[in-house]
């Protein structure tokens, strides 16, 4: 993201795309609040993974748990608090990535316009 940043800063050299440069700002900066998400995601099902871990599965062990200190169903009730947290800043994502498509079609056109009028 580093470099693309530095890139679309070396843009403004060619006033050919000027107006578009805060399109293509626009997608790094999506791009980069996406990858971030993501980072986020990856942690929350990590978590929630390390909670469900916490769990005994086997029929006796959860029978045993319902009579007992009912910790299966807290341990659940977490880890699909995180998953669920997950899914929604997944769909976060996907919005930001999508939103980007017109961008990247409305930029790509203007360079491949400019490239056939200059060779």
């Known amino acids: 993201m580093e470099e693309a940043w530095e890139i679309a800063g070396s843009l403004a050299a060619h006033p050919a795309l000027a107006d578009l440069l805060g399109e293509r700002h626009r997608i790094i900066a999506d791009d ?6 993501q980072t986020l995601v990856a942690r929350l099902l990590r978590r929630a993974l390390d909670l469900l871990a916490r769990v005994d599965f086997a029929p006796a062990a959860l029978r045993a748990d319902l009579v007992g200190e009912r910790d299966a169903p807290r341990y659940l009730y977490a880890a699909s608090e995180l998953l669920d947290r997950a899914a929604d800043l997944m769909a976060e994502s996907a919005m930001l990535v999508h939103g980007n498509e017109r961008r990247w079609r409305v930029f790509r056109a203007r360079v491949r316009e400019l490239r056939s009028e200059h060779g």
Do not use: E, N, Y
Request: no cysteine; hydrophobic share 50%; glycine share 16%.
């Open 32 to 37: 980069w609040q996406s990858a971030g998400l």
